[in-house]
């Protein structure tokens, strides 16, 4: 089956810091990878995608590279804010699996220092 | 603004009695609309998938008379906990994948999230 793993948090940094969020997967097919962010008392909100390997997905700053090789989508960021701090969720789609549906990781809080 | 909204955004009963969630979607028609439920500390984890017009499809190990579904329009879906119980309490999520009509934000298939439920049962 299909499965998401990424790092436990919470990870804490100060403001300007380097971000870094490892997530890798299992899939049977060939998925689609997404990040997305959810904001305190929020929904989750895609923050970036990639629909095969090599791809980059970019957004706000972020970026993940879709890596086949190593069945990974870490999520980076130069240099973080404090309305950064949130909780990110790395999740995959099996194109194989009609309807679309989403298999999500752990969730990774985030903490950013002023 | 959100373009898919649950009501009630926390709700707190008692146990024994039903509850009812609803998520709808606000700028579009979902033909497809999933439900989560998210333990605390925990990630996302799908229970059904509700299909505009027929019966849901339920992950295994869901009750299906414990958690009814009904999609009666392509723009509301309802989750009622039946005699609700403290083991479910949790915080449950919709999420719905636009089709249908063109224009409306993103692209066709995208997923949208409500901005959660919390249920608390005493």
């Known amino acids: 089956g299909n499965s998401v793993t990424q790092m436990e948090g919470p990870v804490t940094l100060s403001e300007e810091a380097f971000l870094t969020i490892n997530c890798t997967y299992t899939?049977?097919?060939?998925?689609?990878l997404f990040w997305y962010v959810q904001y305190p008392g929020e929904g989750l909100q895609l923050l970036l995608k990639?629909?095969?390997?090599?791809d980059k997905g970019s957004n706000k700053g972020f970026e993940a590279t879709y890596r086949k090789e190593t069945t990974s989508f870490h999520l980076e960021k130069g240099s973080v804010q404090v309305s950064d701090s949130a909780v990110y969720f790395c999740a995959l789609s099996d194109r194989n699996n009609a309807g679309n549906m989403l298999t999500f990781g752990g969730g990774t809080r985030l903490m950013v220092k002023p | 603004g959100a373009v898919v909204s649950q009501h009630p955004s926390w709700v707190i009963c008692k146990s024994g009695t039903s509850v009812k969630i609803e998520c709808r979607s606000l700028d579009f028609q979902a033909t497809t609309m999933f439900w989560y439920r998210q333990f605390p500390k925990q990630s996302l984890m799908l229970m059904a998938t509700s299909n505009e017009g027929s019966k849901a499809t339920y992950e295994q190990g869901v009750e299906k008379d414990k958690f009814l579904i009904n999609h009666a329009s392509l723009t509301l879906s309802t989750l009622t906990v039946t005699s609700a119980h403290p083991e479910d309490s949790s915080f449950y999520i919709c999420?719905?994948?636009?089709?249908?009509?063109?224009?409306?934000?993103?692209?066709?298939?995208?997923?949208?999230f409500g901005e959660g439920s919390r249920l608390t049962v005493l």
């Open positions: 999420s719905a994948r636009r089709g249908g009509l063109a224009g409306g934000p993103g692209h066709p298939g995208e997923l949208f």
């Open positions: 899939a049977t097919g060939y998925p689609s």
């Open positions: 990639a629909t095969k390997a090599d």
